[in-house]
Antibody
Framework: EVQLVESGGGLIQPGGSLRLSCVAS????????MSWVRQAPGKGLEWVSI???????YYADSVKGRFTISRDNSKNTLYLQMNSLRAEDTAVYYC?????????????WGQGTLVTVSS | DIQMTQSPSTLSASVGDRVTITCRAS??????LAWYQQKPGKAPKLLIY???SLESGVPSRFSGSGSGTEFTLTISSLQPDDFATYYC????????FGQGTKVEIK
């Protein structure tokens, strides 16, 4: 059974850093496109970043230069390193798996982890 | 950046109704369009990809159509489990979601 479990969220001051983790089970993370998608409280979904099986990465303009997506194949885990955090980064962060045939379509999602950026 | 605009933002309907949600893209996205359902406090669930392909396990009352810049999600006969918020997503150029359409009980 495919499962994604995020962790690492919490309350952080503006300008601070946080690393989110997403532990995958039931499939091999390095064989799929993996993404982070966020949702601000009461708002819609926003794609944040993607990492291809081969390691290529892309970022939304809103986080480019501040966030870094990566994975640890030995731990079958996806990460999102978030630096220079701003109030507008406050959101539930979901990790999501891309479909085999189209990696930008997300067929499995984690339960999400809440990041709150506030002083 | 490609902007996605859904209409309506909120839709009131009854069980058994036929429901249609529209999604418009600011540029052509060919058929690279997906639909998701999200319930409060839960992660989104994939319903439709490539504009009209039904994800495995999704009831056949859900269907998608369109190409280019205009797309629709149709629920042929609304069921109690379908009251939720629906999002379209383009993946022709990176990824952008629509703002969501909340389907509520009339």
């Amino acid at each position: 059974e495919v499962q994604l479990v995020e962790s690492g969220g919490g309350l952080i001051q503006p300008g601070g850093s946080l690393r989110l983790s997403c532990v995958a089970s039931g499939f091999i993370v390095s064989s799929y496109y993996m993404s982070w998608v966020r949702q601000a409280p009461g708002k819609g979904l926003e794609w944040v970043s993607i990492i291809y099986g081969g390691g290529v990465t892309y970022y939304a303009d809103s986080v480019k230069g501040r966030f870094t997506i990566s994975r640890d194949n030995s731990k079958n885990t996806l990460y999102l390193q978030m630096n220079s955090l701003r109030a507008e980064d406050t959101a539930v962060y979901y990790c999501a798996r891309g479909r085999t045939s189209s990696g930008w379509v997300f067929d499995y999602w984690g339960q999400g982890t809440l990041v709150t950026v506030s002083s | 950046d490609i902007q996605m605009t859904q209409s309506p933002s909120t839709l009131s309907a009854s069980v058994g109704d036929r429901v249609t949600i529209t999604c418009r893209a600011s540029q052509r996205v060919n058929s690279w369009l997906a639909w998701y359902q999200q319930k409060p406090g839960k992660a989104p669930k994939l319903l439709i990809y490539q504009a009209s392909s039904l994800e495995s396990g999704v009831p056949s009352r859900f269907s998608g159509s369109g190409s280019g810049t205009e797309f629709t999600l149709t629920i042929s006969s609304l069921q109690p489990d379908d009251f939720a918020t629906y999002y379209c997503q383009q993946y022709n150029s990176y990824s952008t979601f629509g703002q969501g359409t909340k389907v509520e009980i009339k």
